[in-house]
């Protein structure tokens, strides 16, 4: 009776140890790769908890500048603030007002740590208009491409004035980029650079975040976010942003579009982003708080799935926790 042959190629060598799997990693994180999403709420003089987002907050004027501090004394790369106003009407008014929560929390903490971090913020209507949508709506109630495109550049001027470093679109016009671009060079702002969401899915993970808001959107987005059942057009999106002028492309969310990730950072010449959105963030959490999964693998292996798939860099809720997992050696 012979014996069984003895394995010749022996992956496992590589993982016999935690230093050796260390050091032969494909995949790291880095806390500079990270970007911390901030909601601020115009009108609180605390943070106020978000039920569906457990350990996310809409801050004050007061509290944001704690949250950005901690963010970059853990080296968090940036941050996105989104505003929640008090008023809003049908054209997103507060969007384009200097005093406006957003313009106003942007200058709060870019004088906080403008130097330390890069200040984001989100250039989108949807948090401003009375229904909800990310843009202006024509007399049979759909959403303007064109009319939208006007506020947006109108938007681009006010945040970037503000402080902001990086404006993210992400209302998903058409031609929207090139708008913005134009409006902030045609104004001597050449230097404001452009975070284009690309491919943003019309997904059911953002239930949360539109609490973090309090949107009040009736109806869909369908007619302007991407069909999740479409690849080759998220990378088509990503494509005609580039060529119009974006410095940093998108995909949004992150976990559920990993193939389409890996699509546009194999095609891109520009920083390629992800976006781990509420619902995934919420998913994690409370399957942790039952005891289900392991809190803090889980939130490491979604993320760094994120990176193998190309991402340069990721927005995360968890950015400033896992930056200080990383610095003390848990990543």
Not at 145 to 155: K, P, V
Not at 181 to 206: E, N, P, V
Request: aromatic residues 6%; negative net charge; proline residues 5%.
């Amino acid at each position: 009776m012979s014996s069984a042959p003895v394995p010749r190629l022996r992956p496992r060598r590589l993982r016999e140890s935690p230093a050796l799997r260390r050091l032969v990693s494909e995949t790291r994180l880095d806390p500079a790769d990270l970007v911390l999403p901030i909601f601020v709420r115009e009108g609180v003089d605390e943070a106020v908890p978000i039920p569906s987002m457990p350990g996310v907050v809409q801050h004050s004027l007061e509290s944001v500048k704690g949250a950005v501090t901690d963010a970059a004394a853990a080296g968090v790369g940036g941050v996105m603030l989104f505003g929640v106003p008090e008023v809003r009407d049908d054209v997103g008014s507060a969007a384009t007002d200097p005093d406006g929560i957003l313009n106003v929390a942007t200058r709060v903490v870019a004088d906080e740590v403008g130097d330390a971090l890069v200040v984001q913020t989100d250039l989108c209507l949807d948090e401003f208009t009375d229904h909800g949508h990310c843009g202006v709506l024509d007399p049979l109630g759909r959403v303007d491409n064109d009319a939208t495109l006007e506020r947006y550049r109108e938007m681009a001027l006010v945040q970037a004035a503000s402080g902001s470093q990086l404006l993210g679109l992400s209302g998903m016009m058409d031609g929207q980029v090139a708008a913005v671009r134009d409006a902030l060079d045609g104004s001597g702002l050449t230097h404001t650079a452009i975070l284009a969401y690309s491919a943003k899915y019309a997904s059911a993970f953002y239930g949360p975040f539109r609490d973090a808001v309090e949107s009040t959107l009736e109806g869909d987005r369908r007619t302007y976010q991407l069909d999740p059942g479409n690849r080759r057009e998220g990378l088509r999106e990503a494509i005609i942003d580039i060529d119009e002028g974006a410095d940093i492309v998108m995909v949004k969310p992150a976990g559920s579009y990993l193939d389409v990730l890996s699509d546009v950072a194999a095609a891109s010449d520009v920083p390629v982003w992800a976006y781990q959105v509420s619902g995934e963030y919420a998913m994690i959490e409370a399957a942790a708080m039952h005891g289900w999964i392991d809190r803090r693998r889980a939130v490491i292996e979604s993320i760094r799935g994120i990176k193998r798939a190309g991402a340069d860099a990721v927005l995360t809720y968890w950015a400033t926790e896992l930056a200080r997992w990383i610095r003390e050696g848990a990543e």
